[in-house]
């Protein structure tokens, strides 16, 4: 006889979409990435916003660019990243997250020294959908099989969302007041961020260092825990790394010839489509709607991204401070001086 009991039996077990409370710690753990890459993102907005204070003349059209982005539009962008990352599977967002680091080092091992801030830039902009597949994936294999899994998650979001919130409140208070109060001397947070702005890109570096190890332990230790025997694990390895090599020479060859915003779509498509490619032959069909679901997720961020993409690849930003150009009022000394050392 039919029962609605068995109704759940009827349809495929998706790895994100488990009936009850699997749901809802799946939601949870999205809700929790998209808290992260929302701090990412209001933290480089200060950064950015600064940098372009400290040449006001030259960089007032990307500082009104900055302020005219909606509270609307970022809460629908929250939003719909959560969604993204609960439907995404922990499969293909460790897939995501081995990529997104492999071609990160690679980066960084290859930059000269003279544009390394600019990469850095560059890379944590690039990486705010693979941040928040690596909290996914970190928050999956930690709170695995623990009793109160649901209630750690309700913690952790708790967390992330009043760091989330701090963040932007941050990011008002400085696009509103940062100039007014950085001249008068009159805001302790101000005049810290006047002091100390440009050490933000090296802390949200190992900030996201700590982020992206935890994510890759735990994306191998989920990739293996679905390999029965090495021999499936070597099958699955083998071809895997060998796409993500040429993938990341081939994205590393294509900034270099054609920088901006068409190319980062370019190797974003390129990307998937050979993890596509990829796991036509050695996945999931579950694997191949959790790459599409991810290409919607890295277009999706890349649009919110666009803005502090163009500052990122304009040559002279980071604008330098303005204590930078001191010593060139030094040399008009020496050469009044040389007169009367002739005269005499």
């Known amino acids: 006889m039919f029962s609605l009991l ?17 749901l809802l710690d799946a939601l949870l753990q999205g809700l929790v990435g998209a808290c992260g890459v929302s701090i990412l993102s209001s933290l480089l907005k ?22 005219a982005q909606w509270a609307s539009l ?8 959560a969604l993204i990352l609960t439907i995404v599977g922990v499969r293909v967002a460790a897939l995501v997250v081995l990529e997104f680091s492999l071609r990160a080092v690679s980066t960084l091992l290859s930059t000269s020294k003279g544009s390394h801030v600019t990469e850095r830039l560059q890379l944590y902009l690039l990486g705010q959908y693979s941040l928040g597949c690596g909290l996914t994936c ?19 979001l708790g967390l992330a969302a009043l760091l989330g919130t701090g963040a932007r409140r941050l990011r008002r208070h400085v696009y509103r007041l ?17 002091a100390g702005a440009d050490d933000l890109p090296r802390l949200l570096g190992r900030a996201l260092a700590v982020a992206f190890t935890v994510g890759d332990l735990a994306a191998v230790a989920l990739i293996n825990r679905d ?11 083998t071809p895997l790394t060998i796409c993500y090599t040429l993938l990341v ?42 790459i599409l679901v991810s290409l919607l997720g890295e277009l999706w961020c890349l649009t919110n991204t666009r803005t502090l993409l163009h500052l990122c690849q304009m040559q002279d930003f980071p604008s330098q401070s303005p204590s930078v150009s001191a010593p060139s009022q030094s040399p008009p000394p020496p050469a009044a001086a040389q007169p009367q050392s002739s005269a005499s």
């Open 46 to 67: 200060v950064y950015f916003f600064i940098s372009c204070s400290k040449d006001p003349n030259q960089r007032q059209p990307e500082k009104n660019l900055l302020q």
């Open 138 to 156: 970190g928050l999956s294999f930690l709170q695995e099989g623990a009793p109160h899994r649901t209630q750690n998650l309700l913690l952790a």
């Open 178 to 194: 940062y100039e007014l109060h950085s001249s008068q001397h009159y805001c302790g947070v101000c005049l810290g961020l006047l």
């Open 74 to 81: 970022e809460t629908v962008h929250l939003a719909g990243l």
């Open 6 to 22: 068995a109704l759940p039996s009827w349809f495929p077990g998706l790895p994100s979409l488990d009936w009850g409370s699997s």
């Open 227 to 237: 390999c029965l025997t090495t021999s499936e694990a070597v099958r699955f390895w």
């Open 249 to 290: 020479i081939y994205m590393q060859e294509e900034q270099r010839q054609h920088p901006g915003m068409q190319s980062q779509m370019q190797t974003v498509l390129v990307r998937m489509g050979g993890l596509f490619v990829l796991l036509l032959t050695v996945g999931r069909w579950l694997d191949l709607l959790g």
